[in-house]
């Protein structure tokens, strides 16, 4: 068995479902010594890592070489005055040495800060505003280092400077660094509600908010892997995501490695649907973890063979259902949507065992009492748009929620106003209990009395074969209080024009209520996005 079934047990049903699972943990748990040394220690051989990068470099690390490194990396970190509860930020995209300095950060109790490479000079100084870091560890590539530099200037902060793979002036090597130091390392304890992993929002609706997870975040991501992405011991699970993500501990690391499943990497820039197709064939990767856009191109693209492939999952914002049945049709593998936030583990998810429903997030997730609520409090109707609440079971607080913001506790109050986890998202279930998205609270529009959510238009919106991305927003409107407004990027062979704007209203407006159709068309090259993908609809209101 697996190293996971030591920290939990699970009721299955007949179709190899998860009804009900109960994790437990001792007072000190650490991933990094409870799961990764254990394992090396067990199965020293076994495979943990698989990376390779567009310049044809590979390499694989089993456990107890993940398990080496990381402790080699953990003296470098005490040697230069690192401790327990020192925060340390992390940029280095997809590079390999991200799981030694993940493990190492966790084994000496210092707390991660992932960030994409992606960040600005104004991103990097926002954050360091708001968390005092004690070192910062980058990918030498894409001027990170000097971006980072930069947003120091005059911050009155001044940091540990790592970078890996090669000397930058005024920079430490860690890798030469890492080199040098002993593999062995006595365990530092820790305790399961000490401070683990601070990542930030993405900032859909707002500044990016610090969000902090503890010691017990990782057993979360059992459910993730084994029930949702169906990884399992011997496997090669790959999810594409930059490990500046919450995405990257959902899929590249926690979950996996507690199912003993490996971790498939590619360590890429610019993406290409072939040349994911062929790492997936070439190394054998049995399941496949991507957002929605990924599987558009691939779809649209038109999607190779993957022999090995046993098992896709997406999440992280609107799939249409021609993107589903279409790749379904090409690869015979049903997609599975799964539903979380970066505040969170999974909480909803076609799981294991259930027919996966196109559109839907799937079910709740056993692991949580997940509701759908009105306002006051009360249980929504079947059928009808409420929010998505996590109510604590026997008063605890849920395994795999965050246990503050950074330095706002009144945000975190205001989270879990009534006793309850408010996730600020809307949506309704159905009969057979699938949760179906609404929308942000935020971005709910009210025209004519009603309120509309706008993935509901957009899932039309995109089947037409001219839309090959697209937003929809409220604008004022004297009579309606708010009309349905449409940003669209037009696909590729399309131009804007008046006619091209009445045929796509038209194809819409013929398909739904009259309340929900679109009054105005706006046709754009792109779409503003955060850093980590998602459309900003609060720019796109403003723009109105």
């Known amino acids: 068995m697996s190293i996971y079934s030591e920290y939990c047990k699970e009721t299955i049903d007949e179709n190899g479902s998860l009804v009900d699972i109960n994790i437990s943990w001792p007072e000190n748990f650490n991933f990094g010594y409870d799961v990764l040394d254990r394992i090396a220690a067990r199965t020293p051989g076994k495979r943990a890592l698989v990376w390779c990068n ?23 970190f005490l040697k230069a005055g690192i401790r327990k509860g020192d925060k340390v930020m992390v940029a280095l995209k997809r590079h390999y040495e991200y799981w030694f300095v993940a493990m190492a950060l966790c084994k000496i109790g210092a707390v991660m800060i992932p960030v994409t490479h992606m960040l600005t000079v ?33 911050s009155g902060q001044s940091p540990i400077l790592w970078t890996v793979q090669k000397d930058m002036a005024g920079w430490r090597n860690l890798t030469a660094e890492t080199a040098a130091k002993s593999d062995q390392l006595e365990r530092i304890e ?3 509600t000490d401070p683990m992993l601070l990542y930030f929002t993405s900032g859909t609706t707002g500044y990016p908010k610090g ?76 399941s496949f973890c991507a957002p929605p856009t990924i599987y558009r191109y691939l779809v649209r693209k038109g999607t190779p063979d ?11 914002e609107f799939l249409s259902p021609d993107i589903f049945n279409r790749f379904t049709e090409r690869t015979g593998l049903v997609l599975h949507e799964g539903y979380g936030q970066t505040e969170t583990a999974l909480i909803a998810a076609n799981f294991r065992g259930q027919k996966a429903v196109d559109g839907s997030m799937g079910r709740p997730s056993p692991l949580y009492d997940v509701r759908i609520v009105n306002r006051d409090g009360s249980p929504t109707p079947c059928g009808e748009v409420g929010e998505i609440v996590l109510v604590p079971k026997d008063g605890k607080k849920p395994l795999g929620v965050f246990v503050t913001y950074l330095d706002n506790e009144e945000l975190y109050k205001k989270a879990w106003r009534g006793g309850v986890y408010h996730t600020g998202d809307a949506a309704w279930q159905d009969e057979d209990g699938a949760i179906w998205f609404h929308g ?50 037009p696909s590729k062979g399309y131009e804007p024009s008046k006619e091209l704007d009445k045929e796509i209203k038209e194809y819409c407006n013929s398909r739904m209520a009259e309340y929900k159709w679109i009054r105005t068309i706006e046709f754009v090259s792109e779409m503003p996005k955060t850093i980590s993908g998602k459309i900003r609809k609060s720019e796109l209101r403003k723009q109105g």
């Open 54 to 76: 567009t310049e044809n470099e590979e390499h694989i690390f089993t456990f107890e070489d993940i398990r080496r490194e990381s402790n080699k990396t953990a003296n470098v």
């Open 122 to 154: 104004p991103d990097f100084r926002y954050r360091f505003s708001c968390a005092a870091v004690k070192a910062i560890i980058v990918t030498p590539q894409n001027g990170v280092a000097e971006n980072v530099e930069k947003a120091l200037e005059g």
């Open 190 to 192: 820790t305790r399961d």
């Open 211 to 286: 969000v902090i997870h503890d010691y017990t975040y990782p057993l979360a991501h059992i459910v993730t892997a084994r029930y949702w992405q169906e990884a399992y011991d011997g496997g090669l699970h790959f999810t594409v995501a930059e490990t500046g993500w919450a995405k990257a501990s959902w899929g590249k690391l926690y979950g996996q490695w507690l199912v003993e499943c490996a971790v498939m990497v590619f360590d890429f820039d610019n993406f290409d649907p072939k040349q994911l197709v062929t790492i997936i064939n070439r190394y054998g990767v049995t």
């Open 306 to 316: 993957t022999p090995t492939l046993r098992h896709a999952s997406t999440a992280g």
């Open 440 to 489: 942000r609270f935020d971005d709910i529009i009210k025209s004519g009395g009603y309120r509309i959510g706008p993935y509901e238009i957009e899932n039309i919106l995109v089947e037409h074969p001219a839309v090959f991305e697209c937003s929809v927003v409220g604008i004022p409107d004297p009579l309606r209080g708010q009309a349905i407004k449409a940003f669209v990027v």
